[in-house]
C-alpha cells in the first residue's frame, strides 16, 4: 500500500481493541494502574503522566503532523502556556503582531513577571523580524493565516532566519489543520493547536495540543505536561478522536463555501474589504498557495462601520452570533468586542480590527442558505446607509 492521504489516516489505525475487538478507543476512566510487580512497572501509572485514551489521541496527532512527540492539553491556552514554559527568566520571545487574544494577554500579563521579554512584530516584515531578535531571543512565535484578518506568513522565510539565530519557531495551526499546512515539514519546531477549533469541530469540547519531531523538546513537553498537569481527560480525548475522524469532509465542505462566500462578499457594494487567503486580490495569497494546500474556512470582512455590523448581525439567521471557530455550525463573530476585547484599542486599530470587521467561520450548512442568509442581511444593513443619505 502506497502513503495514505491525510483523510485515511484520520480514521485508519487507532484501535482494536484487544479484548472485543470494539471499534473505538475505549475510554479508560482510570486515574492509576496496577502495577505487575515490585520491580516492573507497566506503561501507565497514573492517568496526569499517561492514560491510554489520551495516550491514543496523541499518537494519531503525531502522526497528522508528521510529528514524533504530541501532548493533548484541557485547552489551547493550556498547550500555548505550556509550551511558553520552557523559557527561563532573562529570556525574550519575538511574537507574530496579529496573534489570538488569549496568546496576547499570556505574552503581556504573565511572562513579564517571570522576567521574559517580548516583541510583537509584524511577520510579513522580514527585516523588521531580523531587526528584532536579541541575543537571548529563544523563539518566533506565527500564526498563519492569522486571527482575524488572514495575514500571510511565510513560513519557510522565519524559519530560516530563526536557524540563522539559533532560536525555535512555534506556529499555531488552529485554522488550518494538518490537513492543510503542515507546518513540521516547512522547517517549524513546535505544532500548536486549539484542538476546541477544527479538530473536535462540534462545538462540545476545549482542549489543546503540542507537537513536535524533536526528540529532545518531545522530553521536555513531557516533562512540562506531566510538571504543571494542565493535561486533557479520558472523554474529552475520546470526544477528540471522534471529531478527527471527520475532519477531512467537514473541512473541505467548510473551504469549498467559504470560498464562495468570500467571493460573494468580495462583489457586494456594501463590503468595504474581504480578508481570505484563498482570493487572488488577498496581499498574502502567493506564499499561502506555495506553504498550504487548502485556505481554511476562516474570513472576514469589513461593513462601513458598528452600527452596520451591528444591524447585520441581528438580521442574520443562519450562524450563531459568538465566539470561537472550526465547528459544524457557522459561526459569526465581532472581534472588536469577542476574541480581541481584552487588546488595548490602539493595538486593535494598528492590526485591523476596526468597528466594522466581522468575522466568520464556516460551518457545514447548506453553501445557498449561507449566501441567501448573509445577502439578506447585507440588505438590512444597506437600508442604514441608505436612511442616512435622505
Ligand atoms: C481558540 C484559539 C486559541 C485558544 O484555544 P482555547 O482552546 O480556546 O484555549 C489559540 N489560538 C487560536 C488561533 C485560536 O483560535
Redesign the pocket.
Known amino acids: 500500500m502506497g502513503e495514505q492521504h491525510l483523510e485515511t489516516a484520520c480514521i485508519r489505525g487507532l484501535h482494536k481493541e484487544q479484548l472485543t475487538g470494539s471499534v473505538n478507543v475505549p475510554i479508560y476512566l482510570s486515574s492509576t494502574y496496577h502495577q505487575e510487580s515490585f520491580d516492573d512497572f507497566g506503561p501507565f501509572d497514573y492517568s496526569r503522566s499517561g492514560n491510554p485514551t489520551r495516550a491514543a489521541l496523541e499518537k494519531k496527532a503525531a502522526e497528522l503532523e508528521g510529528g514524533t512527540h504530541a501532548f493533548a492539553f484541557s485547552?489551547?491556552?493550556?498547550a500555548?502556556s505550556s509550551a511558553f514554559m520552557l523559557l527561563s527568566a532573562g529570556d525574550h520571545v519575538v511574537v507574530t503582531e496579529d496573534v489570538?487574544g488569549?496568546?496576547y494577554r499570556f505574552v503581556t500579563e504573565i511572562l513579564p513577571k517571570f522576567q521574559i521579554s517580548h516583541s510583537f512584530v509584524d511577520l510579513t516584515d522580514l527585516d523588521a523580524v531580523e531587526a528584532a531578535i536579541q541575543p537571548n531571543t529563544k523563539f518566533i512565535y506565527l500564526?498563519s493565516p492569522s486571527?482575524p484578518c488572514l495575514r500571510v506568513t511565510d513560513i519557510r522565510a522565519i524559519v530560516r532566519i530563526a536557524k540563522q539565530n539559533d532560536c525555535l519557531t512555534f506556529l499555531?495551526n488552529?485554522?488550518l489543520t494538518p490537513l492543510y499546512q503542515q507546518p513540521l515539514a516547512l522547517g517549524v519546531d513546535v505544532v500548536i493547536h486549539?484542538a476546541?477549533?477544527f479538530l473536535s469541530g462540534h462545538s462540545d469540547i476545549?482542549?489543546?495540543l503540542l507537537i513536535t519531531k524533536d526528540r529532545s523538546l518531545g522530553e521536555r513537553f513531557a516533562f512540562i505536561q506531566n510538571t504543571f498537569g494542565a493535561i486533557l481527560g479520558a472523554q474529552d480525548s475520546y470526544l477528540l478522536l471522534q471529531g478527527i475522524k471527520t475532519l477531512g469532509t467537514r473541512l473541505r465542505q467548510s473551504t469549498e463555501t467559504a470560498q464562495r462566500i468570500a467571493s460573494f462578499l468580495l462583489e457586494h457594494p456594501l463590503v468595504e474589504n474581504v480578508f481570505y487567503p484563498g482570493l487572488s486580490t488577498h496581499d498574502g495569497h502567493e506564499i499561502h498557495t506555495g506553504q498550504a494546500s487548502g485556505n481554511g474556512a476562516v474570513l472576514s470582512f469589513v461593513l462601513p462601520s458598528k452600527e452596520h455590523a451591528r444591524v447585520f448581525v441581528e438580521q442574520l439567521r443562519i450562524p450563531i452570533f459568538a465566539v470561537?471557530?472550526g465547528a459544524v455550525e457557522s459561526i459569526l463573530s465581532y472581534p472588536a468586542a469577542m476574541s480581541h476585547a481584552a487588546m488595548p484599542e490602539a493595538e486593535r486599530k494598528k492590526r485591523g480590527i476596526t468597528d466594522g470587521l466581522l468575522r466568520l467561520s464556516v460551518g457545514l450548512e447548506h453553501t445557498e442558505d449561507l449566501i441567501g442568509d448573509l445577502l439578506q442581511a447585507l440588505k438590512a444593513a444597506e437600508r442604514l446607509t441608505e436612511t442616512v443619505k435622505n
Open positions: 485547552s489551547g491556552m493550556a500555548i489570538y488569549g496568546t500564526e486571527n499555531d488552529t485554522f486549539s476546541t477549533k476545549i482542549a489543546g470561537s471557530l
